[in-house]
């Protein structure tokens, strides 16, 4: 079976821009969550979705939303670009038999704001 | 989520058991240890977890003190594949924030040829 899947790898954008990640689940996952991981630092938890309602969001700011589809894929959004946005961007699947704390992360991607 | 202790970094000769502590000394009785790792430029991988007795799977085993505020993460033969970060985390659990993960800087561990 496929991972989880994210796209694009890599991303080059300018300060003030937008950006969409995209994230597929490993298939009959049907919880989604979103993590940043910055420079040197462990992964910060930003989103969790659960058919497709949010059920949990980290400290960051209203420039970060995210939506979950019904096939269960995910989109995170982030506007008005900062330096300080420039990380890795995570998102991992768990299955509701498994528990939302056994998850399964994808590749991530490596977004760079210039 | 308890917080956690573990050593920045530590060394293991290939083809040698790696033991890497974690202390959590703040741990309530409904929460799990979870161990996950992270290869260079990869997502996390997950490991294991345990609640209080001691745990085996294909990757690794995880022994848990009986007062459950520290644990062992056991590598049995330890090669260059498993050098990584090793991040341990001690979630909510059931009625707290059981949706995230909360990782800290973990343990790089380095395995020497």
């Known amino acids: 079976d496929a991972g989880v899947t994210q796209s694009p790898t890599h991303l080059i954008k300018t300060r003030g821009q937008q950006v969409t990640l995209r994230c597929s689940p490993i298939?009959?996952?049907?919880?989604v969550s979103w993590y940043q991981q910055v420079l040197g630092q462990g992964p910060q938890f930003i989103f969790q979705?659960?058919?497709?309602?949010?059920?949990g969001r980290g400290n960051f700011p209203d420039r970060f939303s995210a939506r979950q589809f019904p096939n269960y894929s995910s989109e995170l959004n982030v506007n008005a670009l900062l330096l300080g946005d420039s990380a890795l961007y995570l998102c991992?699947?768990?299955?509701?038999?498994?528990?939302?704390?056994?998850?399964?992360f994808g590749p991530g991607t490596r977004l760079t704001v210039t | 989520d308890a917080k956690t202790t573990q050593p920045p970094s530590m060394d293991c000769a290939e083809g040698r058991a790696a033991n890497l502590p974690c202390n959590h000394s703040?741990?309530?009785?409904?929460?799990?240890v979870y161990w996950y790792r992270q290869i260079h430029s990869q997502g996390p991988q997950y490991i294991i977890h345990?609640?209080?007795n001691n745990e085996t799977n294909e990757m690794a085993s995880l022994i848990i003190t009986e007062d459950r505020k520290s644990s062992t993460l056991i590598l049995p033969h330890a090669t260059l594949r498993d050098t990584a970060v090793y991040y341990c985390?001690?979630?909510?659990?059931?009625?707290?924030?059981?949706?995230?993960?909360?990782f800290g800087k973990g343990t790089l561990l380095t395995v020497n040829p």
């Open positions: 991992a699947s768990s299955s509701p038999g498994q528990g939302v704390r056994e998850q399964y």
């Open positions: 298939s009959g996952h049907k919880s």
């Open positions: 979705y659960y058919e497709k309602e949010e059920r």
């Open positions: 703040t741990i309530s009785g409904n929460e799990y």
């Open positions: 345990g609640l209080k």
């Open positions: 985390i001690a979630p909510p659990g059931s009625g707290g924030s059981n949706y995230k993960l909360t």
